[in-house]
């Protein structure tokens, strides 16, 4: 899944600054556009953390970035759409005392959203991977995946990316025009 962030409505600008080179619009419109990116690229991180327990330096590798340049301005925000195994997320061996107050195994405890810890009865640990024994083998059990999440909390955070493309682009061409940042 991605999101591409395009600079086709501020390029319009370059009508309105006939003094200043296009290459040197170009060159600002793709510095505001990395800048919006890098800046959605982190609210993203945060939000999908805020939703699902998985680590942010996982969730951080799974969002990839392909910047924009001066020649190409569009940002562009992946995430790979294949599943995602459970033993992603934290899990533990469940147990429950039996017969002569000895541990048994009763499944195995996973938290998929943050602060919620569910149990899978029929679940088993085996080899680093959450398995559940049906129809005569043991098979992979998969929640979801980090593009599942980011396809929810992106729409959340459009607004927002929106407000930053202005407020960046109009310091980006400010610079070009004054030499100063403020």
Known sequence: MRLEINAQGISDLSREFSDVKPKQINLALARAL??????????????????VALADRFIGEKLTLDKARSNHLQAVIRTPKRGLALAKYKHAQAFKRG???KKKQAGVRVTVKRGVTKVIKRAVLARGQIKLFYQGKLRTLYGPSVSQVWNKTREQIKPEITYDMDAIAAEELRFILTGERH
């Open 34 to 51: 990395n800048r919006v990116a890098a800046l959605t690229k982190t609210k993203s991180k945060r939000a999908i953390g805020a939703q």
């Open 99 to 101: 017969r002569g107050n």
